[in-house]
């Protein structure tokens, strides 16, 4: 589904201690303030950082009813596969960072010269590098399976909502421990309380957020998040270390959305992450 982009992910300076220690029984409010400090963190060392992304597709039509036999007749899946440019990039003016994604291969096929058009409008900012860099993420939408307008589907939309500026439009509970993540990772979940919602439809109703986050107690690392919105979209994204950036990054999306009624699930894996240069001025219109 469409969204208005109401969400910012914003880059303030906050130190990270190098060690945390932690009590045997984390209490929740310190877990969202050590996850709040690596979300800061996360977001001034991963500006000015572009990946690979490759991403799949598929629709699952619902069966319809054959009039003569009254039998079910399964309709024809669609499936996709798309390979693209995912681009972060923080624009010092306002300290917001932003993510576009140029597609350049579709089922196998290229769909344009492999070049970093993205990373090659801010290496050398113009003044309209924000603008021509939001056309050419729109252009790649009718590749889409189902919907044209999939911006639900950005592996960093949850992990936005853990910055200060959002905490309190969330209510937060701890769900328990995932020992299959570590023995001090925490999964915390939130639902949005505040309205207007950070997100809303292209015609301004309101869509509430909500899901769950599996941080890291000691250190605030978001190992996992899980999005699901009140119109039915899900977006889990799990995070692992690079070693060339030496940080955790977006290693695997997978999202469900829905198009006439029926569900279309995709899944997208990153890689090749690097930095590509200098940051921008230009202000997002």
């Known amino acids: ?17 190098a060690v945390v220690i932690a009590s045997a029984r984390t209490p929740l409010d310190d877990v969202l303030d050590r996850a709040s400090a690596y979300v800061q963190s996360f977001v001034r060392e991963f500006s000015t950082v572009v990946a690979e992304e490759h991403y799949v597709q598929d629709s699952h039509p619902m069966a319809d009813v054959d009039a003569l036999s009254g039998g079910p007749i399964q309709g024809r899946g669609q499936h996709v596969e798309l390979r693209s440019d995912y681009l972060f990039v923080s624009i010092s003016s306002a300290s917001r960072w932003l993510t576009f994604r140029d597609v350049y291969s579709v089922n196998g096929s290229p769909v344009r010269d492999r070049e970093e058009r993205l990373a090659h409008l801010f290496i050398n900012p113009a003044p309209d590098a924000i603008d021509r860099a939001g056309q050419i993420s729109r252009d790649g ?48 979940k939130f639902k949005e309380r505040t309205r207007p919602t950070l997100l809303r439809t292209s015609d301004n109703r309101n869509v509430v957020s909500m899901g769950r986050f599996w941080i890291d107690g000691a250190s605030g690392r978001v190992l996992q998040t899980e999005l699901e919105t009140s119109s039915g979209d899900r977006v889990m994204t799990t995070f692992t270390y690079d070693e060339r950036l030496q940080m955790d990054v977006p290693s695997e999306m997978r999202d469900i959305a829905w198009a006439n009624h029926a569900p279309v699930t995709g899944t997208a894996t990153y890689s090749n992450f690097r930095r590509f240069g200098v940051l921008t001025d230009e202000k997002f219109r």
Do not use: C, H
């Not at 589904?1 to 201690?17: G, N």
């Not at 009718?142 to 949850?158: H, I, Q």
């Open 1 to 17: 589904m469409k969204f208005k982009a109401v969400l910012t992910l914003v880059a303030t300076a906050i130190t990270i201690p």
């Open 141 to 188: 939408y009718r590749y889409n399976v189902g919907s044209k307008d999939r911006t639900v589907a950005n592996p960093l939309l949850a992990l936005g909502f853990l910055q200060s500026d959002y905490r309190g439009r969330f209510e937060y509970r701890i769900a328990g421990i995932d020992t299959s993540f570590g023995p001090d990772v925490w999964i915390v």
